[in-house]
Nanobody, 126 residues
């Protein structure tokens, strides 16, 4: 059974940085895409970054330069470094996993993914 468990959220001062983690277990796919998605209060969940099995990455235009996605294959852990958090950034961050070859812009735009974690909350203080 596939499980995704996010951690690393919390309260950060405006302009600060945070590193989120997603521990994955229960899958043995030789091809897949993993991504980070966030949902701000009152808004739809949106995809912000994705990485495939070969570590090719894709970012939403709105976050380029501020977010870095990476993964540790040995520990099956996905990371997201978020820099320069600002006051409009509070959101719940989720990681997702799909058995798919396609890990580009369409993946980030799609609301449907096979597996989700429970999310980790990020709040920003002034």
């Amino acid at each position: 059974q596939v499980q995704l468990v996010e951690s690393g959220g919390g309260s950060v001062q405006a302009g600060g940085s945070l590193r989120l983690s997603c521990a994955a277990s229960g899958y043995t796919y030789n091809y897949y895409c993993m991504g980070w998605f966030r949902q701000a209060p009152g808004k739809e969940r949106e995809g912000v970054a994705a990485v495939d099995m070969n570590r090719n990455t894709k970012y939403a235009d709105s976050v380029k330069g501020r977010l870095t996605i990476s993964k540790d294959n040995a520990n099956k852990t996905l990371y997201l470094e978020v820099n320069n958090l600002n006051l409009d950034a509070p959101a719940i961050y989720y990681c997702g996993l799909d058995r798919t070859w396609f890990c580009g812009g369409a993946y980030l735009l799609s609301p449907d993914h096979h597996y989700w974690g429970q999310g980790t909350q990020v709040t920003v203080s002034s």
